[in-house]
C-alpha cells in the first residue's frame, strides 16, 4: 500500500487512539478482544499507567498483517 494511501487510512482519527477508537477502527470488536489483541501482543502499543495507548500507525500494520 502507497504511503499517501496509509496516510488516508483512518485520517479522522488521532495519531494515538485508545481502546474504545481502537474498538471501532477494527469494525466494532469488543473490548476485551480488543484488549486480548494487546495483551498477546499482537498490536504495538504504551501503557501509561492503566491506559492503553495505541499508534494509529500500529492498527494499520495490524491490519495489512505486516506486524
Known sequence: MSQKRRERLFS???DVVNIKQ???MLG???Q??????????DIRHLKIGKSFKIPKVCIIEYLLGEC
Not at 478482544?33 to 494487546?38: D, K, Q
Request: net charge negative; with cysteine; hydrophobic share 25%.
Open 32 to 41: 476485551k478482544t480488543a484488549y486480548r489483541l494487546l495483551e498477546d501482543g
Open 22 to 24: 481502537m474498538c471501532t
Open 28 to 30: 466494532g470488536i469488543s
Open 12 to 14: 479522522e482519527y488521532p
